[in-house]
């Protein structure tokens, strides 16, 4: 089985502090794993892929397999980053294959 | 065109009748999805086609039918839906159904279930 934890529901900083969104992962083969955004009142879509290794809008994700973890960050947060954001987990094979499961989200907001 | 359309946008129907969402996108995909994401919850996902033919389901019940025309095109067909099954149904593709693909995801439709 896969499974994205959230730990956050809700997070708050002001502009131009540093923010970092919790995800961690269970999954016992190779996963992919992804950010997805979704802003008020527009869909949702891709942050970046750990494949990847790119920052996008200043945020970046590093996997470590060792804690399990892919955690979101950026370090001067921006009014425009408040959003709902999910981590997502894809299964590389066997029954996983082309199945993302989602985290619970955690809404970030960004205060002036 | 590189969106995925659903439509309708909303729909409101009874337990009895049948009503049928759809999914289309013209990015030359092969896998598509349909998820269900209840208000302030992740999406679930219910469904994956891959290569027009279906691959995942996630235990969904029958009331739920999906149906992959062509490459292009997703249908969902509801049948005797109950309150519960009050959501917004996501669709969603990606060039290939393997892991590391991103999903671009449709505005979704919003169901309601009198």
């Known amino acids: 089985a896969q499974r994205v934890t959230q730990p956050e529901k809700l997070l708050s900083v002001f502009k131009g502090a540093p923010v970092e969104l919790k995800c961690n992962y269970s999954?016992?083969?190779?996963?992919?794993l992804f950010w997805y955004v979704q802003y008020s009142r527009q869909r949702l879509q891709l942050l970046l892929r750990?494949?990847s290794r790119e920052s996008i809008k200043g945020f970046t994700a590093d996997l470590n397999k060792g804690e399990t973890s892919f955690h979101l960050k950026k370090p001067f947060a921006q009014e425009e980053d408040s959003a709902m954001y999910y981590c997502a987990l894809s299964g590389s094979g066997g029954t996983s294959y082309g199945k993302l499961t989602f985290g619970q989200g955690t809404i970030l907001t960004v205060h002036p | 065109d590189t969106e995925v359309t659903q439509t309708p946008k909303h729909l409101v129907m009874g337990m009895t009748n049948k009503k049928s969402l759809k999914c289309e996108q013209h990015?030359?995909?092969?896998?598509m999805y349909w998820y269900k994401q209840k208000a302030k919850k992740p999406p679930e996902l219910m469904f994956v086609?891959?290569?027009?033919?279906?691959?995942i389901n996630e235990s969904v019940p029958s009331r739920f039918s999906p149906e992959c025309p062509n490459s292009s095109l997703l249908n969902l067909h509801l049948h005797a839906l109950q309150p519960e099954d009050s959501a917004l149904y996501l669709c969603?593709?990606?060039?290939?159904?393997?892991?590391?693909?991103?999903?671009?995801f449709g505005a979704g439709s919003r169901l309601t279930v009198l």
């Open positions: 750990h494949i």
């Open positions: 969603a593709s990606s060039s290939q159904p393997s892991g590391a693909n991103v999903l671009t």
């Open positions: 086609y891959s290569y027009e033919k279906l691959s």
């Open positions: 999954y016992s083969g190779s996963p992919e």
């Open positions: 990015m030359g995909h092969r896998a």
